[in-house]
Nanobody, 122 residues
Framework: QVQLVESGGGSVQAGGSLRLSCAASAYTVNSHYMAWFRQAPGKEREGVATIYSDSPFYADSVKGRFTIALDNAKKTLYLQMNNLKPEDTAMYYC?????????????????WGQGTQVTVSS
């Protein structure tokens, strides 16, 4: 059974940094797209970043500020978030799967974590 467990969320001021972690099973990290999504209240869940075969891909809104990384030995996915903005406030979810459309679309990501809250104050 695939399990994804996020951690590392919290509250920071604008301009601050956080690092999210997602612990996953070995089979998952080695054979799936691994991604971070976020969902703000009243908004659709949106893709933030994904990585597959050491190739990352980012949403335009986070390029240059967020970095996705995968540690195969630790079976852990990371999201380093720098220069955080109030509009980054959301529940952040780790996901694994094979996207059936654009790589940051929810479609095809079949495994999801429970989420970790990120709140950025101005």
């Amino acid at each position: 059974q695939v399990q994804l467990v996020e951690s590392g969320g919290g509250s920071v001021q604008a301009g601050g940094s956080l690092r999210l972690s997602c612990a996953a099973s070995a089979y998952t990290v080695n054979s799936h797209y691994m991604a971070w999504f976020r969902q703000a209240p009243g908004k659709e869940r949106e893709g933030v970043a994904t990585i597959y075969s050491d190739s990352p891909f980012y949403a335009d809104s986070v390029k240059g500020r967020f970095t996705i990384a995968l540690d195969n030995a630790k079976k852990t996915l990371y999201l380093q978030m720098n220069n955080l903005k109030p509009e980054d406030t959301a529940m952040y979810y780790c996901a694994a799967g094979f996207p059936t459309g654009p790589v940051l679309s929810k479609d095809g990501y079949e495994y999801w974590g429970q989420g970790t809250q990120v709140t950025v104050s101005s």
